[in-house]
């Protein structure tokens, strides 16, 4: 039984050496399988983490639409004028965080944020569901309503407008970010929540990563 725990800790489950010298590969191939696995509705959800210039913080749920590792980047899409857009328009840094259980992984990213370009923005908006357009125009984001049925009324004329206008037009005050990690950890579960923690690092204008490994 000795001999067995000692091999569990020895030889954990996780990243193999040599470690990734970029890891945007792997973080790649973790959502990639993530979403193969099937086990999730949404394998792309992360959490974001936007914070105002006095450090005040707010966190929520959002879809990692592309994760581009020519750039070492990371896009999401909302609405400019939601707390987090404010909020990144103000304090252009970000932290996003995936989990995935059933793998028993987590991945963090740290960095900045800038807009896309308008091009992009239009781009990703053709594809989204005709339902999810009109929300986009229907719903200020974080701004308080009188209630639900002011709401589902203002979608109802905008589709009726849209059908009207053959078309839904992307709404300006919503598109994408891009969030260019300067930290980027990937997590393993193992067993004695003795995890294996990897960290890589890279200053703005560093061609290179640093990796370092972190106790769990």
């Known amino acids: 039984m000795l001999g067995s725990i000692i091999d569990g800790i ?22 990639e399988e993530a979403t193969r696995s099937g086990a999730y509705a949404d394998a792309n959800a992360m ?3 936007t914070a105002t210039p006095d450090a005040q913080p707010s966190v929520r749920i959002v879809l990692c639409k592309a994760i581009e590792p020519e750039r070492h980047a990371i896009t999401f899409f909302t609405n400019y004028e939601s707390r987090k857009g ?41 594809t989204r569901p005709i ?9 200020r984001q974080s ?25 839904i037009a992307r709404p300006p005050y919503w598109g994408g970010y891009r969030l260019h990690a300067r930290s ?3 997590w393993t579960a193992c067993e004695g929540r ?13 061609p290179m990563w640093t990796l370092e490994l972190l106790s769990p």
């Open 143 to 167: 701004r308080p309503i009188a209630s639900r049925s002011v709401l589902v009324s203002e979608a109802a004329r905008v589709a009726a407008a849209s059908c009207l206008e053959l078309g």
């Open 10 to 31: 020895v030889s954990p489950p996780g990243i193999a050496e040599p470690y990734p010298s970029d890891p945007f590969p792997l973080l790649t191939q973790w959502l």
């Open 194 to 206: 003795l995890h294996q923690r990897l960290r890589w690092q890279r200053a703005p204008a560093a």
């Open 47 to 49: 959490a974001l983490a």
């Open 184 to 186: 980027v950890e990937l």
């Open 86 to 126: 404010l909020e990144l328009a103000a304090n252009p840094h970000a932290a996003v965080a995936f989990h995935w259980p059933n793998e028993g992984r987590q991945a963090r990213l740290e960095g900045t944020v800038e807009r896309l370009s308008d091009d992009e923005n239009d781009a990703y908006f053709r």
């Open 131 to 139: 339902l999810s357009r009109i929300g986009a125009h229907a719903s």
